[in-house]
């Protein structure tokens, strides 16, 4: 599985962005998918993850009210709506996919897109 991400940019703080990620395969029979993001210097940490059904999903704290994870099974899409962004969302977002139970672990991750930067003014 292949992942591509899009949709990073430079945005003021309170504005919106959306994150696309396009999958190679056919991720939506079995895949749970998720995002991550991480700062020079920092772990790769945890934002969001939705079940391959889309039925359930799971968010940072950090995140939690201002992004929206959803995911297209038809179009091998996922996305995220980033809301009200903050300066402390700047990062390189990545999203990720595994096979089997949705998780909120990094290294519990398969396959990996190569990162988008999001970078919010203040």
């Known amino acids: 599985v292949q992942l591509q991400a899009s949709g990073g940019g430079l945005v003021q703080a309170g504005g919106s962005l959306r994150l696309s990620c396009a999958a190679s395969a056919r991720t939506g029979s079995s895949f749970a998918m998720g995002w991550f993001r991480q700062t020079p210097g920092k772990e790769r940490e945890f934002v969001a993850a939705?079940?391959?059904?889309?039925?359930?999903?799971y968010y940072a704290d950090s995140v939690k009210g201002r992004f929206t994870i959803s995911r297209d099974n038809a179009k091998n899409m996922v996305y995220l709506q980033m809301n009200s962004l903050k300066p402390e969302d700047t990062a390189v977002y990545y999203c990720a996919a595994r096979r089997g139970m949705v998780i909120a672990r990094v290294d519990r991750y398969d396959y990996w897109g190569q990162g988008t930067q999001v970078t919010v003014s203040s």
């Open positions: 939705i079940s391959w059904t889309g039925g359930g999903t």
